[in-house]
């Protein structure tokens, strides 16, 4: 046990939603993404407590409810375990008895182990109470009520941590029979075949716990509180599917809200205080000249314009901080809600029927959300799925039909004084390729498809804390990974027109350009361009004195058209090299089609 | 009455049953337990989501959705109806 490779001091396991990650930034003060449904966190993190001077590193496990290696998550979490020094049992107070199945799981590991009964304080607002001593009693490890949220308990959890021993043991609290010790007595397995193999018998262990819960869980009535009159609403056969329709709408109209104010408010901010330097700077530079149509760009009337000068401290600055960000800002403050309240799942449950038309189960609109956001985090989300298949359907979805936040608000910003049908058609545009080719995969992977099995977390009050975390991540990765591609795929633009480089390109590829998709051969210029950032890409667009049924056709093709970089290099990592270029050729082949159909079909 | 096996698919909404077993491979088998279906659990089907969605029953008071073609395969014991 302990000659293998080590993960760490301190492992957190326990079953999805639980809270684990939030109990892990409480312990090391890294923050970290968490929602209300299972399999926000799909890969595992890892940081450092400090305790006592002692420093402890501790991972953070993704959630699985069993360690039957049924799926990735588990697989994971079972190595982790095996390597671990010390394990602590997250566990939802809330569902004892089922999150106990894990925890037999884990006591078979004979792993120096304590619990943590988490969301305690939540249990006790539903009126469930556990027996602590108890529970230590009937399991042999220490248990430790706790709420990672308010804090509760932290202190006892700490010192306990100290007083489990690596390695070794735990100190036993005298079982109340010896047939409670980490040794399951059902079992039939013996030391060697473990890893996974655990053969336990599961009717025998499932009547143990039940009998453990019901001896240490008492029941006091509660009343019927507004979130379970919500919760009777959104699973409600009716009112459920137009409630779903609703959240939807109402979503959509606070981001419009939201973004489109601190659109203006940016702006404002640029002409006041941005604009006066860069003036200043083009004056200094004489107006043109390389340098000048790098940092400046290149004047539109004679005067910048943050829109289309395309320098690098012109729409470089005003793309990323005065188009972009307040999108995403409101965008992400709108999805930590429904992610926070526990509204994703019933809006899996409604999408279900719909998702099974293209080959996929509700669950897999939960990555299609987060890729609405960026489709990176949306392509990593897939893990949530359950097949290969499914994940390289939902995958390919993504990149071709759902546009990332920073591209839809420049999409809203190129489109919007045409009114809202341009808008509307590139969506509805997005929207039927998404369905088509949707269809189209469905028949060409034709492979046992799982079905729907999810838990429905209960409906939470987001706390404001972990909403304003959560945004700050979420800013904070945007101008760590996307500021600098910004203006990188600007100062492309800036060099390769200086050189003619884009010239020899655009002749090139006019005939497709031109005769097929209708537009002039230099739209080719933000297709490529999009490959290092979508949004810059747009902007491009808006200057290339296009009408309106070219924006639309480039928008759409430029939508759906090889993914930016940073989704590209996912999308092999998840899927591997061959289904990345399947998913690739899918891409580039239906954006060509669409393309020419809005072409044709326009009159 | 005599007692009635059927589906967790066809059940009733809002009647509570009593699972007698599970018409499928180990995966599924494994699937369910973990979210605690399991031969001699007992359940209470809450209702069917329109147009070939999943079905949603209350389990350990936890509510849990699953999807349609699996909830065919979970046989169960309808108990006294309300």
Known sequence: MQNKGQCCDILLVGQPNVGKSVLFSKLTGIRTITSNYAGTTVSYSSGILNLGGQDYTVIDAPGTYSLEPLDDAAKVTLDLVDSAKRIINVVDSTHLERNLALTFELLAQKKPMLLALNLSDEARHKGINIDVDKLKKHLGIPVVAVSALTGEGMNSLLSIIQAVPAGAEIPVDEPSHPAHHPHIPDTKHSEEEHKGHIHLDPKNVWRKIADISSDVESFTNKRHSFTDWLDDVSLNPVWGALMAIVVLVLSFLLVRLIGENLVAAAEYLFDLLWFPVVAKLSAFLGGHGFIHSVLVGSLIDGQIDFKQSFGVLTSGLFIPFAAVLPYIVSFYFVLSILEDTGYLPRLAVFMDSIMHRVGLHGYAIIPTMLGLGCNVPGILATRVLETKEQRFITATLISIAVPCVPMQAMIIGALGHYGVWPIALVYGSLILVWFIVGFLLKYYVKEYRPELLIEIPPYRLPSLKALGTKLYMRVWEFLKDALWLVMLAILAVDILYYAGVFNYIADLTSPVVTALWGMPKDAIIPLLIGILRKDAAVGVFSSLNLDLKQLVTGIVILAMFFPCVASFSVLVKELGTKYALKSITIVLISASIAGALINFFWA | ?82
Do not use: F, W
């Open chain 2, 1 to 82: 009455m005599t007692s009635r096996h059927t589906v967790l698919k066809d059940l009733p909404c809002g009647i509570d049953a009593e699972i007698m077993g599970i018409d499928g491979g180990a995966g599924i088998q494994a699937r369910l337990r973990a979210l605690g279906l399991c031969e001699g659990k007992k359940v209470q089907k809450l209702c069917n989501v329109r147009m070939g969605g999943p079905v949603i029953i209350m389990i350990d008071r936890a509510q849990v959705a699953i999807g349609k073609r699996m909830a065919e395969k979970i046989i169960v014991r309808p108990l006294d109806a309300k």
